[in-house]
């Protein structure tokens, strides 16, 4: 299917993110439109995953995928809110605990399956199934909430990441810009470019809102589809070229604080789960397996290369550049036309990517709001509904500017309650009334109660160091490359 092939990002990996299209008249309004392409929902087609299934290696590659997002570009400026001993080991942690989490809900969507007799679960549907098997009567009353829940910061969190690619845009084109008298061919140069002073970062933003409408405006899923190819291509040469990079030349690290200060320890904290949350696409990929029993194997050999890789990237990102470290690491290459190209490329597959994080939290609130309408104003009111989704991210982008507040923000509001808080809940619903040992109850009540420390701290900090800093933070841009 072209769908699994198309993954990018948490932030990238949208198309597997559409199975976990909640409301029913949605699914089956996509469904009937495009029904050669549309494997979200295996109980039509019962034999489809054993005929058109991915092997264990391509869901690897797809989970592997499915984080290298904007998220990794910001580890390093989270190491430095943690430090260089405290954030490797506390990325580590997070990523045992993250991958823990996901086995939980792959686990409990298996008891539903088999208890059901159902092919496939969703995130919604296991946790709508969790609360009516709570021994609480009236969880099991307001079961369907729990779909809602897991709906609204899906919504909250896909549109989050497009607010993260509208500043992301918008800081790196504003540099290659103001940098573009003094790139050179020489990357290695010893000099200091003064950058040409242009339009304020706000405006870049307002820039690319034409290109962002034009881009959600394309309603059909195989033509994002070769947008995603293209995010993925370019976006994986500059990681490449940025790894190469930033193992090179690392000055004395004796230098940086082991333990940074426990107030800049929420913003860590907001960036890495940010980072880490593919939570969603985890079922639908174990849907798509020929031989499903070896996703548990797969899903753990995954994170733990994900975890390796944020672990390198942020360490080796703050060990190269130090306290100058930046919001997005690409922030920080020299002015050489190679770099550059690099921050051109992030720039292109970003762009591309943002139409397939719009696609979700569209095919969520449009096919409910043109249910409420005639057919004649279906239409009229699908383009609307886009035209002003749109909109709210880049007035959001627009009214937070800062790239590293707007990662911790997304992560600690949504990220954190997707990735952390509901699993370890819905553990103890799915399984309470069948018995649970104490201890089995505590881990998952300390795992829920860490998770929203995190999104009440993260939130709060974000919020207070953007009160503080008055408006948007002019970042310096120019870049000193010292041999």
Same mark, same amino acid.
């Given at each position: 299917?072209?769908?699994?092939?198309?993954?990018?990002?948490?932030?990238?990996?949208?198309?597997?993110?559409?199975?976990?299209?909640y409301?029913?008249?949605?699914?089956?309004?996509?469904?009937?439109?495009?029904?050669?392409?549309?494997?979200?929902?295996?109980?039509?087609?019962p034999?489809?995953?054993?005929?058109?299934?991915?092997?264990?290696?391509?869901?690897?590659?797809?989970l592997?995928k499915?984080?290298?997002?904007?998220?990794?570009l910001?580890?390093?400026?989270?190491?430095?809110?943690?430090?260089?001993?405290m954030?490797?080991?506390?990325?580590?942690a997070?990523?045992?605990?993250?991958?823990?989490?996901?086995?939980?809900?792959?686990?409990?969507?298996?008891?539903?399956?088999?208890?059901?007799?159902?092919?496939?679960?969703?995130?919604?549907?296991?946790v709508?199934?969790?609360?009516?098997?709570?021994?609480s009567?009236?969880?099991?009353?307001?079961?369907?909430?729990?779909?809602?829940i897991?709906?609204?910061?899906?919504?909250?969190?896909q549109?989050?990441?497009?607010?993260?690619?509208?500043?992301?845009?918008?800081?790196?084109?504003?540099?290659?810009?103001e940098?573009?008298?003094?790139?050179?061919?020489?990357?290695?140069?010893?000099e200091?470019?003064?950058?040409?002073?242009?339009?304020?970062?706000?405006?870049?933003?307002?820039?690319?809102?034409?290109f962002?409408?034009?881009?959600?405006?394309?309603?059909?899923?195989?033509?994002?589809?070769?947008?995603?190819?293209?995010?993925?291509?370019?976006?994986?040469?500059?990681?490449?070229i940025?790894?190469?990079?930033?193992?090179?030349e690392?000055?004395?690290?004796?230098?940086?604080p082991?333990?940074?200060?426990?107030?800049?320890?929420?913003?860590?904290?907001?960036?890495?789960?940010?980072s880490f949350?593919?939570?969603?696409?985890?079922?639908?990929?174990?849907?798509?397996?020929?031989?499903?029993?070896?996703?548990?194997?797969?899903?753990?050999?995954?994170?733990?290369?994900?975890?390796?890789?944020?672990?390198?990237?942020?360490?080796?990102?703050?060990?190269?550049?130090?306290?100058?470290?930046?919001?997005?690491?690409?922030?920080?290459?020299?002015n050489?036309?190679l770099?550059?190209?690099v921050?051109?490329?992030?720039?292109?597959?970003?762009?591309?990517?943002?139409?397939?994080?719009f696609?979700v939290?569209?095919e969520?609130?449009?096919p409910?709001?043109?249910?409420?309408?005639?057919?004649?104003?279906?239409?009229?009111?699908?383009?609307?509904?886009?035209?002003?989704?749109?909109?709210?991210?880049?007035t $959001?982008? @627009?009214?937070?500017?800062r #790239?590293?507040?707007? &990662?911790?923000?997304? /992560?600690? =509001?949504?990220?954190?309650?997707l +990735?952390?808080?509901i699993?370890?809940?819905l553990?103890?619903?799915?399984?309470?009334?069948?018995?649970?040992?104490? $201890?089995? @109850?505590?881990?998952?009540? #300390?795992?829920?109660? &860490?998770?929203?420390? /995190?999104? =009440?701290?993260?939130?709060?900090? +974000?919020?207070?160091?953007?009160?503080?800093?008055?408006?948007?933070?002019?970042?310096s841009?120019?870049?000193?490359?010292?041999?």
């Amino acid at each position: 299917m072209p769908v699994t092939k198309s993954a990018g990002g948490p932030q990238g990996a949208v198309d597997l993110k559409l199975d976990l299209r909640y409301p029913p008249k949605s699914a089956k309004r996509l469904h009937s439109k495009d029904s050669s392409f549309w494997d979200g929902h295996p109980s039509e087609s019962p034999g489809l995953e054993k005929t058109t299934g991915i092997t264990a290696f391509q869901t690897l590659v797809h989970l592997v995928k499915g984080n290298m997002g904007t998220g990794i570009l910001g580890l390093p400026l989270a190491v430095k809110n943690a430090g260089i001993l405290m954030g490797p080991l506390s990325l580590l942690a997070m990523g045992f605990i993250a991958c823990h989490c996901m086995h939980i809900l792959v686990k409990c969507a298996r008891r539903f399956c088999h208890r059901l007799n159902k092919p496939f679960m969703d995130y919604g549907d296991t946790v709508l199934h969790g609360l009516e098997a709570s021994p609480s009567a009236w969880l099991r009353s307001h079961a369907h909430w729990g779909r809602h829940i897991v709906s609204f910061f899906l919504i909250v969190t896909q549109l989050g990441f497009c607010c993260v690619y509208v500043v992301f845009l918008a800081d790196n084109l504003k540099q290659v810009v103001e940098a573009v008298n003094g790139t050179t061919n020489n990357c290695h140069y010893n000099e200091t470019v003064i950058l040409t002073p242009t339009m304020d970062s706000r405006l870049y933003m307002l820039a690319f809102l034409p290109f962002l409408v034009l881009l959600v405006l394309i309603r059909n899923l195989r033509v994002l589809t070769v947008f995603s190819m293209l995010a993925n291509i370019s976006m994986l040469v500059s990681l490449i070229i940025i790894t190469q990079y930033i193992a090179q030349e690392i000055p004395d690290p004796s230098r940086l604080p082991l333990v940074a200060s426990w107030k800049t320890y929420p913003l860590f904290f907001g960036t890495a789960i940010f980072s880490f949350e593919s939570i969603g696409v985890v079922l639908p990929l174990e849907n798509k397996m020929k031989d499903a029993r070896r996703f548990p194997a797969i899903l753990s050999l995954g994170m733990s290369i994900i975890t390796a890789l944020y672990i390198g990237i942020g360490a080796l990102g703050y060990l190269r550049f130090g306290n100058d470290i930046k919001a997005s690491i690409t922030l920080n290459l020299p002015n050489c036309w190679l770099y550059q190209s690099v921050k051109l490329l992030y720039i292109v597959g970003i762009l591309c990517t943002y139409a397939l994080q719009f696609y979700v939290p569209a095919e969520i609130i449009i096919p409910f709001a043109t249910s409420q309408v005639s057919k004649r104003w279906a239409l009229p009111l699908d383009l609307s509904i886009r035209l002003a989704m749109v909109c709210l991210t880049c007035t $959001l982008a @627009i009214l937070v500017p800062r #790239l590293d507040l707007v &990662l911790s923000l997304v /992560g600690s =509001v949504s990220s954190s309650a997707l +990735a952390l808080i509901i699993p370890p809940l819905l553990e103890i619903t799915t399984y309470y009334s069948e018995g649970m040992s104490p $201890l089995t @109850i505590a881990k998952d009540a #300390l795992i829920s109660i &860490l998770g929203f420390a /995190g999104f =009440v701290a993260g939130t709060y900090q +974000a919020l207070d160091e953007l009160i503080l800093s008055g408006g948007p933070l002019t970042f310096s841009n120019s870049t000193v490359f010292i041999q």
